[in-house]
Structures are given as C-alpha cells and as structure tokens.
C-alpha cells in the first residue's frame, strides 16, 4: 500500500515561500507520476502541478511562474517550491501518486496566506 507524508505547509505573509515535501515509502518511486492537489473550504480539490517519471510538469495556469515543482528519485520525495504566494493561495495540499488506474493520496498540509 503506497504511503504519501507531506510536510513544509503552515503560515506565511503575502508574497511569502514555502517549500511541500512528500515522502512516498511502498512504491517503485521511479515509475510513478507525482503531484500537487490543493482544496479550499467550499471549493473542489484541484491540481496544482505535476511531473512525470521523466521530468515533464505542467501547473495549474494560477501558479504558473511562482510554483515549481520537482523530484528527487533517489529519496523517493517530490516537492512543491512555493513563491509570491497568495491569499489565495490557501488550502490544503495533497500529495498525488499515479501509475495507470492507481491512485494514492496523502494526508494534506495545511498552508495558510495571511498577514
């Protein structure tokens, strides 16, 4: 059963960073699309950003050029690099693990944009 932990979320001012991680344990890492999810109170859950097993994203047009997202295969960990963020910005943050009908979640991170 493949395990997904975030961590990095909490609170920053307006035009602040923060960096997501997620550890995946249980998995071939390697071979698995990983991503980004957020979901606001009331709203629906949404993609972020995601990359491929060879290293292609794509981002949500909100984040684009203020979010990277990236992988580290060899610690089984990808990361959501944060910047100029937002009010708006605030949700939760789920990680994402997809390989064909397969898909996992993590247990969400709470990141809250406020002055």
């Known amino acids: 059963q493949v395990q997904l932990v975030e961590s990095g979320g909490g609170l920053v001012q307006p035009g602040g960073s923060l960096r997501l991680s997620c550890a995946a344990s249980?998995?071939?890492?390697?071979?698995?699309?990983m991503g980004w999810y957020r979901q606001a109170p009331g709203k629906q859950r949404e993609l972020v950003a995601a990359i491929t097993r060879v290293g292609s994203t794509n981002y949500a047009d909100s984040v684009k050029g203020r979010f990277t997202i990236s992988r580290d295969n060899a610690k089984n960990t990808v990361y959501l690099q944060m910047n100029s963020l937002k009010p708006e910005d605030t949700a939760v943050y789920y990680c994402?693990?997809?390989?064909?009908?397969?898909?996992?979640w993590g247990q969400g991170t709470q990141v809250t944009v406020s002055s």
């Open positions: 994402n693990a997809k390989l064909g009908g397969s898909n996992s």
């Open positions: 249980r998995i071939i890492f390697s071979i698995y699309t």
